[in-house]
């Protein structure tokens, strides 16, 4: 009845549950009622907040307890023993439980029997994954021998696998690792990964994850990511097929930032943080192996950008006078998420003069207006990473995040007449018929104000945006679960 | 000696033949498609122009956006509808 080296249970009786199975539904309040008399710990396979009521209540999501006690039926009760299980049964039969439980009057309002539903640990998408994952013999993807006198780099390299730089060798141990970072199921698909449209499983992207040299803590913001990139209205085929040189910017926001290590001060943008460096590139990776989108496929960009190695950072959220960006997209401060935007490279902005809030806002607006050409407007997103020593004096003045965003974009507006084709000499612009009205540079919530970077500097970033909207992209932020 | 899992999604993409270039185009239907990219539209006027000088017939499609593959709707209908099709990219 159980596996060696299963854990140990803990004395007394134990239930094994899901919520997913009207058996266990049934006997929500039986349980709840044996607790009240009687030691009892509840295993829930797919709903760590159910049964409601009990105290001793474990997350058995990865189904690590029910596969190595080979529960095959839920509810299972089992009585424990300090030297391990000694009976169980299966389903629900109230003159069973009774007798089994030693209570009396167990259920008296629902049906005397009814039948278990199959145990999660059993079931046949999962069985060989669980079989593979716990008795440490397999994974699902296909295994690749090096030759002996292979060097490993250089077949990695040779096989397309790599974006220029070395790559980790995703061995099984270490995507075992990997896979520890998060409690969904290896086998879960997250996304179908354009270009091929390919669907993606975490296991897939933990193999990347590893490549990438990510560390198993980073693993769910890597999945959130690749969640958030394959989301239609992103438009990742788009962005990789254009033939501007723009990619996925993550901006992680919530706690996980900080309990990962990720940077969001001094040099939050460049090299040196791990976490920073490995999570936009493991998202690349996926793109380029699991999705096939390549340089010179169907990546047709002219110049492309160094953000397409990978660009993720962090939003420096504890002193920072603003609201988390994620609330622009309805997350309350704390949430944990990752917003995939369509961006470019970081580009400086100096201002070391301006000490009052009108006039740094004037310096944010005059150089937010050259993003892609200055004669075009609403066109492009942006994200104004705007550091401590100049937000310090947007917070003494008391300018909100929505102050300055509406400023800002008041600034930009300018006439059509000024911006149109063949305007000032310039052959570029927007369509004549535009050419009476006002225009801002930016579109209703497309200026997106971040607080990042650290030590001293009166600096701030532009990170300016591919086409948007429906004929482009659109960001997309998403909740990163464990 | 290493052993690694495959990064990529281990599928082997199904090949489509492309249909033979025909060596005329008389009795043929040719569609013109518009990426909607800007000016793609005078490339194909001008196209359309010599085609029907030529008295061939011709349909004429855009796709809604050029950020996006074509959707699946109007590629069913450019293969039902016409033998040979003329893409524009432009600028």
Known sequence: MTRLEAPPLPEGLVAFVKRDCPTCELVEGVLADIAKSANITVYSQDDPNFPSGLHNLVDDKDLFFSWHHEIETVPTLLKVASDGETSRIVGWDRAIWEEFTGLKNLGPDIAPFRPGCGSLSVDPNLASYLEAKFSGSSLIGRRIEFAALEDSHEAMFDRGWTDGLPVVAPTEQRVLSMLAGTSRLPSEIIASVPPDLTPCTVEKIAINAVMAGCKPEYLPIVLAAVEAVCNETFNMHGLLATTMPHAPVLVVNGPIAEQIGMNSSGNAFGQGNRANSTIGRAVQLVVRNVGGGRPGGVDRAALGSPAKVGFCFAEREADSPWEPISTMYGFPKGTNTVLAFPGEAPHNITDQISRDPESLARTFAINLLGIQHPKLVLMFDAILAVTPDHSRIFAEAGWSRERLTDRIIELSIRPGKDLVRGANGIAEGISADLQELDLPKFRQGGLHIVHCGGGAGLFSAIIGGWVNGDMGSTPVCVEITP | ?91
């Open chain 2, 1 to 91: 000696m290493t052993k690694v899992l495959d990064p990529t999604n281990e599928t082997k993409p199904t090949e489509i033949p492309r249909v033979a270039r025909p060596a005329s185009l008389k009795g043929l239907t040719v569609g013109l498609l518009d990426i909607s990219k800007p000016r793609g539209n005078r490339f194909l006027d001008r196209i359309e122009e010599r085609l029907i000088e030529q008295g061939i017939k011709v349909k004429r499609f855009k796709k809604p956006t050029f950020t996006k593959p074509a959707p699946v709707d109007l590629r069913h209908e450019i293969s039902t509808k016409c033998d040979v099709v003329i893409e524009a990219l432009a600028d």
